[in-house]
């Protein structure tokens, strides 16, 4: 089976670009997360979705951080405008809803210059 | 909010050896899950082992097992015979049990260091 699938595997940017995220989950999986790792902060929420739905993102950093998930099998998180502060991995990890464990996807590492 | 302290920064322990991570966490919920995930040099996020709250016996997965203190808020790992392969951060993490969500609060992680 695939694991949850993230693309692209890195992306460096110039500020002021957007930038874009994508995450596929194990199908099946209904509750969806986007994490942020930072040497300072280290690893964080920033948004989940069960069914589709967001059910908490008072982990977005600010208004220039969206996502949307727009089917179970698919969902983005976007960056705009990017600035280099926002340089992190960034991982989505998936689970069943009412489940425990998360599976996390390989990471997108974002260097914004 | 629930907060998650892993003290140690970094460890080394020799290959076959024992070795204790430790975590403590602070929350008022009663029921609630904690986990130790690995993340080697490939990034990759990866379950060690995980306990509930409710439960009095200590989990177990292989060489892996934890030392779960529920009044003392406190949830180590040990790794028991230890091989290079598991050179890697360690995080301890929190989830509480709630019918909106299932997220994760990480500690700052652990870098261990297994020695030949």
């Known amino acids: 089976d695939a694991g949850v699938i993230q693309s692209p595997r890195h992306e460096v940017t110039e500020m002021g670009q957007e930038v874009t995220l994508r995450c596929k989950p194990i199908?099946?999986?209904?509750?969806l997360f986007w994490y942020r790792q930072t040497m300072m902060r280290g690893l964080e929420l920033l948004i989940y979705?069960?069914?589709?739905?967001?059910?908490?993102d008072s982990g977005m950093p600010e208004d220039r951080f969206s996502a949307k998930m727009p089917n179970a099998s698919f969902s983005t998180l976007k960056i705009q405008p990017s600035e280099p502060r926002d340089s992190a991995v960034y991982f989505c990890?998936?689970?069943?809803?009412?489940?425990?464990?998360?599976?996390f996807g390989p990471g997108t590492r974002l260097t914004v210059l | 909010a629930q907060t998650v302290t892993q003290s140690q920064p970094e460890m080394s322990v020799q290959e076959a050896e024992t070795v204790t991570l430790s975590c403590t966490y602070d929350t008022s919920e009663n029921n609630y899950y904690l986990f130790w995930y690995k993340q080697p040099p490939s990034r990759q996020m990866i379950l060690v082992i995980r306990q509930e709250a409710y439960k009095q016996q200590n989990a177990t997965e292989n060489r892996f097992s934890v030392n779960f203190q529920k009044a003392a808020k406190s949830f180590s790992l040990k790794i028991s015979d230890s091989q290079l392969g598991d050179t890697a951060m360690y995080f301890c993490a929190f989830m509480k049990n709630s019918n909106s969500g299932y997220a994760l609060n990480f500690g700052k992680g652990t870098s261990l260091l297994v020695t030949p």
């Open positions: 979705f069960n069914n589709n739905v967001p059910i908490d």
């Open positions: 990890a998936s689970s069943f809803f009412r489940a425990r464990e998360q599976f």
């Open positions: 199908s099946g999986h209904n509750s």
